[in-house]
C-alpha cells in the first residue's frame, strides 16, 4: 500500500520512466491534478484505467482530498499522485497527502524524473553547487517585493517559475531590486520542440520580454547569486 510520487513529463513523452510507466500501469488509484492531461498521457503511453480510480487531487481539493485518498492507502491499496507534469510536490499539490500517509505508517515512495527547476538549472550556465528554489512569487506587488528584497542578498542562484502573462511585470522588479546588471537566464518551453535559454542580465532580460512582447509557455527563471564568482563554479574540497 505504498504512496507513489511519480513524476511525468514536462513536455517530451520520451523522457518518461519505466518505472514510471510500472507504477501507472499498476497503482489501484491515480491521484492527478489534471484528470484530463493523466487520460491524455496514458492514453498516449497505451496504459488502460481497466477499472481503476482516477480521481482529481489539486490545491481546489487537496484540503479534503488528502484524508480520503489516506484512508484508500490504511485498506490496502496503492495511490500513485502525478502533477499535470513534473514532479509532485514542487510547486504542485501533494505535501498534504505525504503527511496523512507518513502519520498513518504508510510508505511515501518517489518515482524521481522530469522537474523543470533542476532541467533550466543544469543548462542556464550560471553556478550550480548551491540554489534556491522559491516556486511561483505572490501575484501580489506588495508580498512580491517583500520577498524579493529578501532573496537579493542570498548567494545561492535563485529559480522562480513565472507564468508568461506575469513575466514582462515581474522582471523590471527583479531588475530594480537586484541590480540590471545580475546574471540571469529565462527558460521557456522546457524539453519541448521549442525549447529556449535566454541567458543575460536582468536589466537585458526586462527590455526583451515586455507586457507587450510575452513569451510563450510556462517559464523558469534563474538568478546568479549575489557574490557568485566564476571560481564558485566547483564546491571547495573537503580537508583531510
Known amino acids: 500500500m505504498p504512496l507513489y510520487l511519480v513524476a511525468t513529463p514536462i513536455g517530451n513523452l520520451s523522457d518518461i520512466s519505466e518505472r514510471a510507466k510500472a507504477v501507472l500501469s499498476s497503482a489501484h488509484v491515480l491521484a492527478a491534478e489534471d ?16 477499472g481503476r480510480d482516477l480521481l482529481a487531487y489539486g490545491d481546489h481539493n487537496e484540503k479534503g482530498m488528502a484524508p480520503h485518498l489516506a484512508e484508500k492507502l490504511k485498506k490496502g491499496l496503492d495511490v500513485a499522485v502525478l502533477s499535470e507534469g513534473g514532479t509532485p510536490l514542487v510547486s504542485d499539490p501533494g505535501y498534504r497527502l505525504v503527511q496523512e500517509a507518513i502519520a498513518a505508517g504508510v510508505a511515501v515512495v518517489p518515482v524521481p524524473g522530469p522537474c523543470a527547476a533542476v ?65 540571469a537566464c529565462i527558460a521557456r518551453e522546457l524539453t519541448k520542440i521549442h525549447e529556449t535559454f535566454h541567458r543575460g542580465t536582468l536589466g537585458a532580460l526586462a527590455q526583451t520580454f515586455t507586457l507587450a512582447n510575452a513569451p510563450k509557455g510556462e517559464c523558469t527563471v534563474l538568478i546568479q547569486g549575489a557574490s557568485s564568482r566564476e571560481d564558485d563554479d566547483e564546491p571547495d574540497e573537503l580537508e583531510s
Not at 508580498?143 to 542570498?154: N, T
Request: aromatic share 8%.
Open 35 to 50: 484528470t484530463r492531461s493523466a487520460r491524455r498521457l496514458l492514453s498516449a503511453l497505451n496504459i488502460p484505467l481497466e
Open 119 to 183: 532541467a533550466a538549472l543544469s543548462a542556464s550556465g550560471l553556478p550550480v553547487h548551491a540554489f534556491l528554489f522559491r516556486g511561483f512569487l505572490p501575484k501580489k506587488p506588495g508580498a512580491r517585493r517583500r520577498i524579493l528584497e529578501a532573496l537579493k542578498d542570498r548567494e545561492e542562484t535563485l529559480i522562480f517559475y513565472e507564468s508568461p502573462q506575469r513575466i514582462g511585470k515581474v522582471l523590471p522588479e527583479l531588475a530594480e531590486i537586484f541590480g540590471a546588471d545580475r546574471p
